[in-house]
């Protein structure tokens, strides 16, 4: 994808950012991204807590639409620390689960439409592609993308600014 269509497709600052994002190692997959970047260090301590991490480590493909830590701090007080007891294990997995789709699904594949999308959780997921001035913005559910299309060796992970609960 040349510069201009990036630009086109995410908008200026968006872009440079994605741009830089895509640049990852061919071999690293989905986990060896995320625990790469402390951004999402609260979503890998949560898939080690839920044992996902060979999951997502897996062939996929996955998308993964991948809160940051801002987002779980943006939960109520205590919840984090609630969900990460193994008591919660399965909610936790639940809510885990729900932020991933099988296949790999790129913001190109969605800007200009609205899809619903099944998770793995077994839920749906409204993939809105026709947000902002110009269609430039892709939401999940309330979630927006912050970052698109970081690209792993087994999918792609969006960057978002929520949590999704199922």
Do not use: W
């Not at 968006?14 to 071999?27: D, H, I, K, N, R």
């Not at 800007?111 to 409204?126: K, M, N, W």
């Amino acid at each position: 994808m040349d510069r201009r269509s990036t630009l086109k497709l995410l908008g200026g600052g968006a872009a440079l950012v994605t741009l830089a994002a895509c640049a990852q190692p061919a071999g690293d997959d989905i986990i060896d991204i995320a625990a790469g970047n402390p951004n999402f260090s609260t979503l890998v301590a949560a898939v080690q807590a839920a044992g996902l991490v060979e999951t997502l480590k897996g062939p996929g493909p996955f998308t993964v639409f991948a809160p940051t830590n801002d987002a779980f701090a943006a939960l109520p007080a205590g919840t984090v620390d609630s969900l990460l007891l193994p008591e919660n294990k399965d909610q936790l997995i639940s809510i885990l689960t729900y932020h991933v789709v099988p296949g790999q699904i790129t913001a190109g594949d969605v800007l200009g439409t609205r899809q619903s999308v099944a998770t793995v959780q077994g839920g749906t997921v409204d993939v809105n592609g026709q947000v902002g001035k110009f269609g430039t913005g892709v939401k999940v559910n309330d979630a927006n993308v912050i970052q698109a299309d970081i690209f792993a060796s087994n999918g792609v992970i969006h960057a978002i600014d929520k949590v999704l609960l199922p």
